[in-house]
Each structure stands twice: as C-alpha cells, then as structure tokens.
C-alpha cells in the first residue's frame, strides 16, 4: 500500500521560502514518479511539478518556473518542493502524489497524500 505524507506548510510573508516535504511508504515494488499538486481556495485542484524515480525529468507549471523547485532522495524515501519568491496566489492546500507512469504523474497519479496548508497573507 502506497502511502504519502506531506510535511512543511505554514503560514509565511510574501517573498518568503518553505521547503515542503513528502515521505513515501510502500514504493518498494517499482520505480514511482513523484509530484505535487495544489489546490488554491474555491479552485480545482491544479499541477505544481513532478520528477521521475531517477530524478530527471522535472517538470513545472508555468506559475512556478524559476520559483519553485522539486528533488527527491531515493535512499530517504523523500520528495521536496523548495519553493522561494512566495506570493499570495501561492495559498493552497499542497498534495503529494505518486504513479508509477511517468506520463500520467502530471495528470491524472493513482497515490495522493492528505495535503499541507500554505498560506501567504497579501
């Protein structure tokens, strides 16, 4: 059984850093991509990035490029999301996903993670 638990939210200051992390359980049988997805306040639930098991392969929203960046420890189990530059449309609830389908981890991933709350007041 696949499980994902999200860690890191908070409340911080536009401008502001937060490292999110994700530790993955039961990811022993395959090779799984990992990826977070958002979902901001009265919004659908949007991508945010994703990574493959080798750690190549990022992938970003066009809302995040250059802010946000993703990275995984394989020995640890882990998947972060380093995000800088923090502005108030960053608020949402952050979800942890995996997929062993490296084409469907942006889309659709089969494992989701409870969520963490960032909050960036304006």
């Known amino acids: 059984q696949v499980q994902l638990v999200e860690s890191g939210g908070g409340v911080v200051q536009a401008g502001a850093s937060l490292r999110l992390t994700c530790v993955t359980s039961?990811?022993?049988?395959?090779?799984?991509?990992l990826g977070w997805f958002r979902q901001p306040p009265g919004k659908d639930r949007e991508f945010v990035a994703s990574i493959w098991y080798s750690g190549g392969g990022t992938r970003y929203a066009d809302s995040v490029k250059g802010r946000f960046t993703i990275s995984r420890d394989n020995a640890k189990k882990v998947v972060y999301l380093q995000m800088s530059s923090l502005k108030p449309e960053d608020t949402a609830v952050y979800y942890c996903?995996?997929?062993?389908?490296?084409?469907?981890?942006?889309?659709?991933?089969?494992?989701w993670g409870q969520g963490t709350q960032v909050t960036v007041p304006s």
């Open positions: 039961g990811t022993d049988d395959g090779r799984y991509a």
């Open positions: 996903a995996a997929d062993q389908d490296y084409g469907r981890i942006k889309e659709n991933p089969i494992y």
